[in-house]
């Protein structure tokens, strides 16, 4: 048997050629260099991407750009010059996969559609990830990650009822968006193996965020409901709230499995609830939520939060607290599965990172080192394109370079 230290990653000798910025598209490259693939990130002279400006700022990089763009290499190129379009089409032709996340129709204004780079790469997979897809009356909308998420539906649920909706605290339509795109790609290089031939990937951030909404449609379509905000509840599956602890913070507990809400209610000292046939399955329990939420907070208000944790980890009931940054970083969990992992940023300085996921066996995916320097790349990339001197030198004159 093949030991994992001797296999090569899944997407060894993939060459990705990433033309998006910010988070949608980098974020799909990202995985895709973490299991292997040659990830050769485009960007603009002089300021790269804009992520490198995002959050909080370290010696003039973001420390996101660490997360983000880590196993890449980076060059420079203008893509609005004709120069910098013609290096684009030299890239594609050997490139296996283009990832880009413009507005609809910038690729084509400049001679980089996918028909046009296709012909000379007819293996060549485009994923285009957008606001609102490729097609459609508002395609040429601009739209954000936050934008996606109120038109797939996610941003009306956020919040307590009768308030103003508020944001989940990171890119989550952009981060699932990157997740179809890199399922997307799988399933086109499965196809190419067979057919030889390349496609588009059409991936919408409103889309990627409506595909997580569950029932939500059917429900409406079916019963003439809307699901409508409910704060930290899950109505319809119950009990599964956060409570109130004597220490000021909440507890989050899930007991709406039928036995785990048995001894639950064990736990809290209420088997008159707990033998209640009507509670004796989930239909019955949501139209009875608020009684037994009431119950279980008054339970959870007279004790400690680590109590209230240790008194239902002992009855296997699912419980837990919203961690911050620092429960994360100090999590023994977190440590013994390696997802604290540590990088060397190119000044030398050692960063914590998330780990690699998904998980694999055999041939697990590499962390890489901290994201590159703007234009780090640029030289190494050209001499493989075979690229000579004097030309280089006069496209980094004209600043194409």
Do not use: C
């Not at 413009?102 to 485009?126: D, K, V």
């Not at 079916?222 to 704060?231: H, I, L, Y």
């Not at 419980?319 to 994360?328: N, S």
Request: hydrophobic share 40%; no cysteine; proline share 7%.
């Amino acid at each position: 048997m093949t030991s994992p230290a001797s296999r090569q990653l899944p997407l060894a000798g993939l060459k990705v050629l990433e033309l998006g910025q910010l988070i949608a598209g980098p974020f799909a490259t990202k995985m895709l260099g973490e299991f292997g693939a040659d990830v050769i990130k485009v960007e603009p002279p002089g300021t790269g991407d804009p992520l490198r400006k995002w959050r909080i700022i370290e010696d003039g990089t973001s420390l996101w750009w660490h997360v983000q763009s880590r196993t890449k290499r980076s060059m420079t190129l203008d893509l609005r010059s004709e120069e910098g379009q013609a290096m684009v089409r030299r890239l594609a032709a050997e490139a296996d996969v283009l990832v880009e996340n413009f507005r609809p129709g910038t690729l084509e204004g400049w001679g980089l559609g996918y028909e046009a780079l296709a012909e000379h790469n007819p293996g060549l997979i485009m994923v285009r990830v957008s606001g609102f897809g490729q097609t459609g009356p508002y395609r040429d909308k601009p739209g954000f990650g936050v934008i996606g998420e109120a038109m797939g539906g996610l941003r009306y649920l956020t919040g307590q009822p009768g308030e103003p909706s508020v944001r989940v605290g990171v890119s989550i339509g952009d981060s699932l968006s990157a997740l179809y795109a890199v399922i997307g790609t799988l399933l086109a290089l499965q196809e190419r193996s067979r057919s030889g031939l390349g496609q588009q990937i059409d991936v919408a951030l409103y889309e990627s965020v409506f595909a997580m909404m569950e029932s939500l449609l059917p429900e409406y379509d079916a019963a003439g409901q809307v699901r409508e905000p409910s704060g930290s509840a899950l109505p319809g599956i119950t009990p599964s709230n956060a409570y109130r602890t004597r220490s000021g913070d909440y507890v989050l507990i899930a007991g709406n499995g039928d036995s785990i809400f048995k001894r639950l209610m064990g736990v809290i000292g209420r088997a008159d609830l707990a033998e209640d046939p009507d509670l004796a399955h989930n239909d019955g329990r949501s139209r009875q939520a608020e009684r037994i939420d009431a119950a279980i907070e008054a339970w959870t208000l007279e004790r400690d939060r680590d109590a209230i944790l240790a008194a239902l980890d002992d009855a296997r009931v699912p419980a837990g607290y919203p961690y911050t940054a620092a429960d994360i970083a100090n999590d023994p969990h977190y440590l013994a599965r390696e997802m604290i992992q540590t990088i060397t940023r190119p000044d030398g300085k050692p960063l914590r990172v998330p780990g690699v996921l998904p998980r694999l066996s055999a041939t697990p995916g590499r962390l890489g080192e901290g994201g590159p320097a703007l234009g780090q790349h640029t030289d190494e990339v050209l001499d493989e394109l075979g690229i000579d001197p004097e030309t280089r030198a006069k496209l980094r004159d004209a600043g194409i370079i």
